[in-house]
């Protein structure tokens, strides 16, 4: 996995190297990016999304050498991972996402059952702890949470995020000279990075919306939170970390729903409980 990753990212740089140039011009402009999903408008974002998979690309890398994080091998485990990549196809499938064809969405499951959380790299590569998938009670609510994360990378949060936190010419830099111990800085902070109010309602509406568009029960991620809530209990997972009342955006969650017509989606509880089984 490490190697193919290298390989790709020896590509990947040197198709941005051609593009060098134009990067250079594009810093300093600003692109104009509008959201599709909310109706707030207007958010400036620097780092140039041709370079969102690149960045992401290296965030990977450092995520999958870092001995701490223990990656499921996706080949041994093909039944779990088809299942997962199921669940992201649906939401592809929606066409309702810009970056469709663009960003890599790529799963990977992170064996670590004391942390019920997930994450989405820039340019598209989700990860998911087995924590949160042994918490989960039915696919709707995987698939809701899924797509919270990948809305993230889509409306390019995590890029804004990042580009607030350490610069835009320091990730640039780290796409083109990959210093490892920045990175392995970015990689351990992306799973609590805190993207702020309105960034996590955008998430949670692309969430009702995409999978409305599939057959899931599209507030599936609001049955997380419902969850979480009367539980009290585990480590707070991204999610909630910039918001103390998940009630509010349980109520949104709904109140959107309710708004594009109530349609009933199924929760594949069943299917989600005998394929949970697998990661024991
Ligand atoms: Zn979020």
Known sequence: MAHFLLLCGRIIMSKTAKRNVFIWIFIGSATLWVSACSSWIGKVNIFPVENDVALGQQVAGSIENDPTMVIIDSAQNSKIYNYVYGIRDS?????????????????????????????????????????????????????????????????????????????????????????????????????????????????????????????????????????????????????????PNPGNRVQNMKQRWESKGKKVGNTYAERYKSMIKLLN
């Not at 919270?148 to 835009?168: C, I, P, Q, W, Y």
């Not at 599936?220 to 419902?226: H, S, T």
């Open 91 to 243: 939401i592809l499938a929606t066409n309702l996402l810009e970056h469709k064809k663009d960003f890599v969405w790529r799963v990977r499951l992170i064996k670590n059952d004391t942390i019920q959380n997930a994450f989405c790299t820039p340019g598209g590569f989700i990860y998911v702890y087995t924590g949160l998938m042994k918490y989960l009670e039915s696919e709707d609510q995987l698939a809701g949470v899924m797509g919270h994360e990948m809305a993230h990378a889509e409306k390019r949060h995590s890029t804004d995020a990042l580009t607030r936190e350490f610069g835009v010419n320091l990730l640039l830099e780290l796409i083109f000279g990959a210093d490892k111990a920045q990175l392995l800085r970015i990689a351990t902070n992306l799973a609590q990075l805190s993207y702020g109010r309105d960034a996590e309602t955008e998430a949670d509406n692309c969430s009702v919306d995409w999978l409305y568009a599939t057959s899931y029960n599209p507030t599936g991620a609001a049955g997380f939170f419902e969850k979480m809530e009367k539980e009290q209990k585990g480590n707070i997972p991204e999610f909630l970390s910039t918001h």
